[in-house]
């Protein structure tokens, strides 16, 4: 993690003390001269994304309307996520409005440093790679290299053998249950949706598995997506465009709505869409899994990149 903004553009480093300035100043839950709580419920402020890249100097130029860029932002704050998670988004919003900042602040996590804890060790791996790149653009107090509590990986030849285990029973179980889909396709398509969403879920469980050494708890399976895409962030491909987006949502209601619903009806050609989604995110898992097991009979603990080159940060 960096604590500097001396190798950014100048342009950017203006920015991101005046957004830092910014939300700690007007992210609070009440203005009321009489609240406990101060603009300090913000402890940490990190950069992540674009601008955390290695070939930023001061010296670099860019162009307002350049829109592929924007500053990411990971926002912790001391307590009570709840109470100021609106008032932390309604400031964002205004930033963006005021045309002080020369890109788009986007705040893509909010958290309490107790919960980014837990989460890094039930698999949100997001935050693994941010505390290896991000950069803190602002701390009240101390902040550490080793902000997060990663959870501890075995030697590479340890991490192969139990991985390996653990893909051998899981992979083949969503194996299973989407020939199961399959099976019901023309006999009943709620019960072959529901038989899809468990053949999704489980896959993004034999991912999960491979890297954390551990089934992560048990969840809905858009929440298992989310786990799996902070890891790989390719996956979320399977999904993007208007049409995969709603076909994903009814697969992820159909666990419910299938049992729960009597009048739950779903036609042919929607059915479709989610076999084939569901068909390519298995062959991205299997990809995905053999070049991890490539990459520890190696001795490597790193995580693969979707491509089979090296990554920076462990998985």
Not at 20 to 49: C, E, N, W
Not at 81 to 109: H, M, Q, T, W, Y
Not at 194 to 213: S, T
Request: proline share 6%; with cysteine.
């Amino acid at each position: 993690m960096k604590f500097s903004l001396a190798h950014l553009p100048q342009q950017v480093q203006t920015d991101l003390r005046h957004i830092a300035d910014f939300l700690v100043r007007r992210a609070v839950p009440t203005q009321d001269p009489r609240d406990r709580y101060t603009p300090s419920r913000i402890r940490h402020i990190i950069l992540h994304g674009c601008f955390t890249e290695d070939h930023w100097t001061p010296d670099s130029t860019l162009r307002p309307t350049e829109r592929a860029y924007s500053y990411n932002l990971m926002v912790i704050v001391s307590a009570h996520l709840c109470d100021i998670l609106a008032p932390l988004k309604r400031a964002v919003a205004e930033l963006n409005r005021s045309g002080e900042v020369g890109f788009p602040v986007r705040l893509g996590f909010a958290d309490t440093k107790g919960r980014i804890d837990r989460k890094l060790r039930n698999g949100y791996l997001a935050y693994d790679e941010i505390q290896v790149r991000g950069t803190v653009i602002y701390s009240r107090g101390e902040i550490s290299e080793d902000l997060f509590q990663r959870p501890e990986r075995p030697p590479a030849a340890t991490h192969l053998a139990r991985a390996q285990g653990y893909y051998d029973h899981a992979f083949p179980l969503a194996r299973l249950f989407l020939a199961g889909a399959w099976s019901y396709a023309e006999k009943d398509r709620g019960a072959a949706a529901l038989m899809l969403n468990l053949a999704a879920a489980e896959a993004y469980e034999a991912l999960m598995v491979v890297h954390i050494l551990k089934y992560p708890p048990s969840r809905p399976l858009s929440s298992l997506r989310e786990l799996a895409e902070s890891l790989h962030p390719e996956l979320a491909l399977i999904w993007t465009g208007r049409r995969a987006a709603k076909s994903f949502d009814r697969l992820a209601r159909a666990f419910c709505e299938v049992r729960f619903r009597p009048d739950y009806a779903i036609t042919a050609a929607e059915l479709n869409v989610m076999f084939g989604s569901v068909e390519e995110l298995h062959r991205s898992v299997a990809h995905i899994c053999r070049l991890k097991f490539a990459a520890l009979k190696a001795g490597s603990l790193a995580r693969p990149r979707k491509d089979g080159g090296p990554d920076k940060g462990e998985g």
